[in-house]
């Protein structure tokens, strides 16, 4: 498929091995390492340690970015920017200035995402959409792996695949994203895509197999891929 981003959701990753983890996922063609920074106030769970995102960043010279979901983002740019990630997300309902954050951002040369939770209207981010660089839709809450995607998300990310000419992001979807959602989403404009235990981690196939039949996927036509 060409022009998707397939992201690694890191924190479904096997831990006591993170350096295989990551020379596996980079040479089996892996586009994006995707870090959850998590506060344990925003969401109800604590995320990986900034020991794990410099890890990850000093073993591949593919894209890392970071999600932080945690309270007061804008406070934090500068510390993540140093850290060498090429994308930042945070989510606007947890900046009280969240334009303020988005050029900060992108100030640093770094593209800016925002993030929104199923739960967030197009509404409420609305005047955001002309200075962002990607729209991440989550379609589960935030905070856990292994939930089951939330199908009434699909109406936001058609309504937000219908702005994006005028607006100029892309959209990319974080969360229970199966090879069936790739081939759905991809065909309806959909960018990049999140990878966690739904269809890359923790299966019997090995990542090189996996990654070359996701990026075999044909976005033109209907297809069921298995997981």
């Known amino acids: 498929m060409r022009n998707v981003c397939f992201a690694a959701s890191m924190m479904c990753a096997d831990f006591t091995q993170l350096e295989t983890e990551v020379k596996q996922l980079d040479t089996a063609g892996i586009d994006c390492f995707h870090v959850d920074i998590m506060d344990g106030s925003f969401v109800p769970n604590f995320g990986m340690g900034l020991q794990d995102l410099e890890t990850i960043r000093s073993l591949t010279d593919k894209l890392v ?121 991809s065909r309806k404009g959909v960018k990049g895509f999140v990878l966690g235990t739904s269809c890359l981690f923790k299966k019997r196939e090995n990542y090189q197999s996996i990654i070359n039949r996701l990026k075999n996927i044909n976005p033109s036509i209907p297809e069921k891929v298995s997981n």
């Not at 932080?68 to 060498?84: E, Q, S, T, V, W």
């Not at 930042?88 to 593209?111: C, Q, S, W």
Request: a negative charge; aromatic letters at 10%; glycine letters at 8%.
């Open 65 to 185: 970015d970071v999600h932080l979901m945690i309270a007061n983002p804008g406070n934090y740019i500068d510390f993540f920017a140093d850290k060498g990630v090429q994308i930042i997300y945070f989510h606007p309902e947890a900046d009280l200035n969240p334009v303020r954050t988005i050029l900060k951002i992108k100030d640093r040369g770094i593209k800016a995402g925002i993030a929104i939770n199923p739960g967030t209207s197009i509404e409420t981010i609305h005047e955001l959409l002309s200075i962002v660089d990607i729209v991440l839709v989550m379609t589960v809450n935030p905070g856990f792996a292994g939930q089951k995607y939330l199908d009434f998300v699909n109406k936001k990310i058609d309504r937000l695949i219908s702005k994006k000419i005028e607006f100029g992001y892309e959209i990319f979807v974080d969360g229970a994203i199966s090879g069936e959602k790739i081939s759905e989403l």
